[in-house]
T-cell receptor, first 109, second 117 residues
Framework: GQNIDQPTEMTATEGAIVQINCTYQ??????LFWYQQHAGEAPTFLSY??LDGLEEKGRFSSFLSRSKGYSYLLLKELQMKDSASYLC??????????WGAGTKLIIKP | GAVVSQHPSWVICKSGTSVKIECRSL??????MFWYRQFPKQSLMLMAT?????????EQGVEKDKFLINHASLTLSTLTVTSAHPEDSSFYIC?????????????FGPGTRLLVL
């Protein structure tokens, strides 16, 4: 079967670093995506990993381990505007996205 | 690049009426578009996959006669909610896949909030 799991909510402090984990199970895999969704808005694309390792893009980095079915999104130098839900999703063998429920990130001053 | 628009942003309608939502890829041709629904504080739920020139593929539990999808061109897909009822009130979001990008990234429109009274 297929499933994907991420924490429901996390809290972090402005200026700090936070890591949002995502675990998944699937027989077919064509990459893992991270999206950011602010309240009341549509998701926006953050990152895509299809090979193992760390992809860095500014303050955001995404990591993938295919053998462990594990990914994380790392946010550095947190800003208040980073308060949002972060959705992970993997693409299965049919190129369909399987979405996690999202992690609501709360940033405190 | 990879901009997707949706229209309208907000719809308030009476129960029993039909509502059409448009999704356009502005700077690329999208052979595949997706329609999602999202209830408050819940994750995205895929409703259907829309392929240009062919019938949409609906997810289990989604009524194809109630949610009519048309993908008549490479830049436009429409979702029509027929005979809308209050329980259809939700945030409807479309996304499009740019076939010229190697990765299968979906780019989302801004979403349409539907309120059925």
């Amino acid at each position: 079967g297929q499933n994907i799991d991420q924490p429901t909510e996390m809290t972090a402090t402005e200026g700090a670093i936070v890591q949002i984990n995502c675990t998944y199970q699937t027989s077919g895999f064509n990459g893992l995506f991270w999206y950011q969704q602010h309240a009341g808005e549509a998701p926006t694309f953050l990152s895509y990993n299809v090979l193992d390792g760390l992809e860095e893009k500014g303050r955001f980095s995404s990591f993938l381990s295919r053998s462990k079915g594990y990914s994380y999104l790392l946010l550095k130098e947190l800003q208040m505007k980073d308060s949002a839900s972060y959705l992970c999703a993997f693409m299965d063998s049919n190129y369909q996205l399987i979405w996690g429920a999202g992690t609501k990130l709360i940033i405190k001053p | 690049g990879a901009v997707v628009s949706q229209h309208p942003s907000w719809v308030i309608c009476k129960s029993g009426t039909s509502v059409k939502i448009e999704c356009r890829s502005l700077d690329f041709q999208a052979t595949t578009m997706f329609w999602y629904r999202q209830f408050p504080k819940q994750s995205l739920m895929l409703m259907a996959t829309s392929n240009e020139g062919s019938k949409a593929t609906y997810e289990q539990g989604v009524e194809k006669d109630k949610f009519l999808i048309n993908h008549a061109s490479l830049t436009l897909s429409t979702l029509t909610v027929t005979s809308a009822h209050p329980e259809d009130s939700s945030f409807y979001i479309c996304s499009a896949r740019d076939p010229h990008q190697q990765r299968e990234t979906q780019y989302f429109g801004p979403g349409t909030r539907l309120l059925v009274l």
